[in-house]
């Protein structure tokens, strides 16, 4: 385990719209505030159509093939995550979000295209004074969280 120490810093209330994209809008967001890392809370709902990954195909081959869910039908939605930067310096949202509709839900990270139906709300609470940042691993191809 690494760890490292932030100061809460300024805390925002996003309300998304319809049809927006919700990590799209959260790193432009980030971008125009000079946001350099942040927890993020969104609740809401996932247009028709909306994209989640699931998971890897094959938990072993490097980088993951990753498994992507579409949506049919609108779902309710609640979800967490992380933003920090790049080693661009363009800040990079983690997020994991659960959608379910009638008796059943899926689960999974929100970067393949989720869209907002009709409500979506984001809460963001800035991480200041931190080392975090995300940084590409060559191996999975994913950009980690490093301290």
């Avoid at 959608?99 to 990270?109: E, L, N, P, Q, Y």
């Avoid at 991480?127 to 995300?134: F, I, V």
Wanted: glycine share 12%; aromatic share 6%.
């Amino acid at each position: 385990m690494n760890y490292t120490q932030a100061q809460l810093g300024r805390i925002f209330i996003l309300r998304l719209h319809q049809n927006e994209r919700l990590h799209e809008v959260i790193e432009k967001f980030a971008t125009e505030t000079q946001l350099k890392g942040a927890l993020c809370f969104f609740l809401g709902g996932a247009n028709d159509q909306s994209k989640v990954i699931v998971g890897p195909k094959d938990g072993k081959a490097m980088p993951p093939d990753p498994v992507i869910t579409l949506l049919r039908g609108v779902h309710e939605g609640v979800g967490v995550g992380t933003l920090f930067c790049n080693d661009d310096g363009k800040p990079k949202l983690h997020m994991h979000a659960s959608f379910g509709r009638g008796d059943s839900a899926v689960t999974g990270c929100v970067r393949a295209g989720v869209d907002v139906w009709q409500i979506g709300e984001v809460v963001i609470l800035e991480l200041s004074d931190s080392t975090a940042k995300r940084t590409k691993n060559k191996e999975t191809g994913f950009e980690l969280l490093e301290l």
